[in-house]
């Protein structure tokens, strides 16, 4: 959450949003593998964007490292302004003087963009970071960039429905195939239970407790895909940290 209110803040503190926080929230997009040099400290990076998303001339922008092998990787690389549009390509100066690292392909642009009227649930929120997330058969369950154009509260509800069983699914798969695979939670919730029968009969409000610890610690996440059940497992066998809610 620190890193979330940091990222705001700084955003916010630039010059050119005259936008209310009502009116706007920020988004990441990632960069393309092109990547070249302006002048000393400064790199001009690229961002492909689809049809019916767009940036402003001389939009501000703040640049993260994606996670790649270990926790380092996710600091700040630098600010900068769009200054050139090519169609569906937009090129951001990038000022990495500061923090001395050299922005890579897939590294995450952050902005502020206008609010779009959809269900600001846990799914857009993750999606602000650009993180997707797939079934057990490698399909993308939601596409990052068009939640932001529909989305509506059923549409979650259906989608933690549709996970729920991808993970149920999953965990009984592997009980069988693979039961070694099967060994008590060491710490947290679920304590002393069995990784993949808690898999088993896992809930929907198990999904939304995962998604909000992704929300609140999301620079591990940010940026890729992951498949669902792998990471649910993964955060079981972690003793399934929550967000204390005040």
Not at 136 to 156: G, H, M, N
Request: charged share 20%.
């Amino acid at each position: 959450m620190r890193n979330t209110l940091y990222l705001l803040f700084v955003l916010l503190s630039f010059r050119g949003f005259a936008q209310t926080e009502k009116d706007t929230w920020f988004r990441a997009f990632p960069i393309t593998a092109y990547i070249t040099d302006a002048v000393d400290s400064i790199k001009i990076v690229q961002v492909m964007l689809p049809e019916g998303v767009s940036f402003a001339e001389k939009q501000l922008g703040l640049l993260k490292g994606k996670y790649r092998d270990r926790r380092s990787d996710t600091m700040t690389i630098g600010t900068g302004r769009c200054n050139l549009i090519k169609g569906n390509y937009y090129y951001f100066t990038i000022s990495y003087k500061q923090s001395r690292i050299l922005p890579r392909e897939g590294d995450l642009l952050f902005t502020m963009m206008k609010r779009t009227p959809v269900y600001h649930g846990n799914i857009v929120k993750l999606s602000a970071y650009f993180i997707g997330l797939l079934n057990v058969y490698d399909k993308p369950l939601y596409d990052r960039f068009a939640i932001f154009s529909q989305w509506t509260k059923a549409d979650e509800d259906k989608l933690v429905a549709v996970i729920v069983e991808d993970i149920h699914f999953t965990g009984d798969y592997f009980l069988k195939q693979n039961p070694a695979m099967n060994v008590n939670i060491a710490s947290g919730k679920f304590e002393g239970k069995p990784l993949l029968n808690t898999m088993i009969g896992c809930n929907q409000q198990d999904i939304i407790d995962f998604f909000e610890y992704m929300i609140a610690r999301p620079n591990l996440y940010a940026g890729h895909e992951w498949k669902i059940a792998e990471i649910f497992a993964t955060w079981l066998s972690a003793g399934a940290p929550t967000v204390i809610k005040k």
